[in-house]
């Protein structure tokens, strides 16, 4: 069992930034990928970034250039630095880790980009 603990959302302005925290706390594999994905009101949840343990990173195109993936090894962390914030970015953001045997959820944090 994985356990994922998220912070750092909020309200911020267009243009704003914000910074996701996932903290995963378990059976956590050697190998595994931990990412950020998100859904908004009456759409589907969608990928948003991702990291391996060897540090190789995916991001959707609609945030590439605006948000960085990056993790903490020795806390079993993941963050999500999110700049040049959108109105469509508004949406519930879901912390996602996964191993070759099993996935796990955290329960999301909102993220609202309103003026």
């Known amino acids: 069992q994985v356990r994922l603990v998220e912070s750092g959302g909020g309200l911020v302005q267009p243009g704003g930034s914000l910074r996701l925290s996932c903290a995963a706390s378990?059976?956590?594999?050697?190998?595994?990928?931990m990412g950020w994905y998100r859904q908004a009101g009456g759409k589907e949840r969608e990928l948003v970034a991702d990291?391996?343990?060897?540090?190789?990173?995916n991001y959707a195109d609609s945030v590439k250039g605006r948000f960085t993936i990056s993790r903490d090894y020795a806390k079993n962390t993941v963050y999500l630095q999110m700049n040049s914030l959108k109105p469509e970015d508004t949406a519930v953001y879901y912390c996602?880790?996964?191993?070759?045997?099993?996935?796990?959820w955290g329960q999301g944090t909102q993220v609202t980009v309103s003026s």
């Open positions: 378990g059976s956590i594999f050697s190998n595994n990928v």
């Open positions: 990291i391996t343990t060897g540090g190789n990173t």
């Open positions: 996602n880790y996964r191993d070759n045997i099993s996935g796990y």
